[in-house]
């Protein structure tokens, strides 16, 4: 994966960092947020169905469906497999992957504890492992272990609120009572990553496409993005609007940031795992974090937001900018001041043009006027250009001084081009 040390200046460590462009939310929340969006944009949610079959077809994809009444047919232009781990679609379309066996077993449950102090909010590391704690608002604890001696023996076994409490407490060197689980589940650092994002009309995003072990949000996050990335993408190859290529780029940029991200859970774990012998890694490492808080690298590594996207135009020119993502500007309209969030929201891309110097690329991209959310805003050392053309996932797809703008609309979108959502 392309770096910002790939000879190019960093131009996107110049960006502010003042207006927030990242945030955290609990994944109940953002599973609420997207099925409203969902069922207002017309999709209809089945649920208790089982994938059975899944055929490509000329024209598309045939699937069916097990469910509580009998068997569903779908027919679709593209079918996206967001099924998780275990995924149906993925073994349907014969999608092979690369694993990693798992070398530590964790559980992780809600519970209410006998006596509450017993296990105090926070991360208690033991020589026989890790508990890590959380009090909610109703007084139950969410609870999660990692015992580093090795796999269990059968993962797929469902947990019991005895395994919990057995193992809290060998890992706590103490009995601690536990009972009224809401919820039970089991893990590990088996890791799997699929050799491609894509077969035809197939395509894979989250669990479905990259496990690895689940510390620090990534595996979400990574889902998340995935969908950004491929989402527009899909809009506008069914309207028809998508350049020739523009669905390839979904596996040129993804796959890479799944297996850095592989990587790096690896790594976290590597630093988790009990002995002496790593208790001077970690001081060092502790170090380096202290210190690294005023650059953020290892933030942007956890965020995702250092990401540099590969140019997959033969020939593309290194400006720089091209390929980073957008910080969270604040930009000035005629109509209003506004923010880079806010002019996305549509879910179209985005040229800005700032001042009078970029006018001329408004003609430019005449011809894409129907997919194109052309703004103009007063120049800002913020954005040190005359205009760029920004994706809806955030991304700078042009700038000036690299390659020209209308090759890169052309490597975007199709001439003519009409915005999704918008005929």
């Known amino acids: 994966m392309p770096s910002t040390s790939r000879g190019c200046r960093d131009w996107s460590s110049r960006l502010p960092r003042a207006s927030p462009s990242r945030s955290s939310r609990p994944q109940s929340e953002l599973e609420r947020h997207f099925e409203e969006r969902a069922l207002a944009a017309g999709a209809r949610i089945l649920r208790e169905h089982r994938v059975t ?30 099924d998780g781990a275990r995924s149906t679609v993925r073994d349907r379309a014969g999608i092979a992957s690369d694993t990693h066996p798992a070398t530590v077993s964790a559980l992780m449950g809600t519970v209410t504890l006998a006596q509450p102090d017993d296990l105090t909010k926070g991360w208690h ?12 608002a109703e007084g139950r604890t969410h609870i999660r272990t990692l015992n580093c001696t090795g796999a269990h023996a ?80 899909l809009a506008l190859a069914v309207h028809g609007s998508a350049g020739a290529g523009l669905l390839d780029t979904y596996d040129l940029e993804r796959r890479p940031v799944a297996r850095q991200v592989i990587d790096q859970t690896q790594a976290q774990l590597a630093l988790m795992r009990p002995g002496p012998e790593l208790d001077a890694l970690r001081r060092v490492f502790t170090g380096i974090l202290s210190a690294d808080r005023e650059h953020g690298h ?44 806010g002019l996305l929201r549509e879910g179209r891309p985005l040229l800005l043009l700032f001042g009078e110097e970029g006018a001329g690329r408004r003609e430019t991209a005449r011809e894409w006027a129907g997919v194109l959310n052309v703004v103009r805003a ?20 042009w700038a000036p001084g690299g390659s020209d703008l209308k090759e890169a609309l052309s490597a975007y979108f199709a001439e003519g081009a009409v915005a999704a959502g918008h005929r």
């Open 53 to 82: 079959e899944l055929v490509q077809e000329d024209a598309g994809v045939r699937v069916t469906a097990d469910g509580p009444q009998g068997s569903v047919v779908c027919l679709a232009e593209y079918v996206v497999g967001a």
């Open 298 to 341: 290892l933030g942007g590594l956890i965020s995702a937001q250092d990401t540099v996207l590969p140019d997959g135009r033969e020939g593309g020119a290194c400006d720089g900018a091209t390929g980073t993502f957008l910080r969270n500007a604040v930009l000035s309209t005629a109509d209003s001041e506004t923010d880079v969030t």
């Open 154 to 233: 059968d993962r797929q076994l469902p947990p019991t609120l005895e395994e919990l409490r057995q193992e809290v407490s060998w890992i706590a060197g103490r009995d601690i009572a536990m009972d009224e689980p809401r919820w039970l589940s089991r893990f590990s650092d088996f890791a799997r990553l699929a050799r491609n994002y894509r077969t035809g009309r197939v395509f894979l995003v989250g669990d479905a496409a990259h496990v690895h072990f689940p510390i620090g949000g990534q595996g979400l996050s990574a889902g998340v993005l995935d969908a950004l990335n491929l989402g527009w993408k």
């Open 378 to 397: 007063r120049p800002t050392a913020e954005v040190p250009y005359d205009a760029l053309l920004v994706r809806p996932d955030g991304y700078i797809a």
């Open 125 to 136: 590391q033991t020589p026989r492992g890790w508990i890590v704690a959380k009090r909610d």
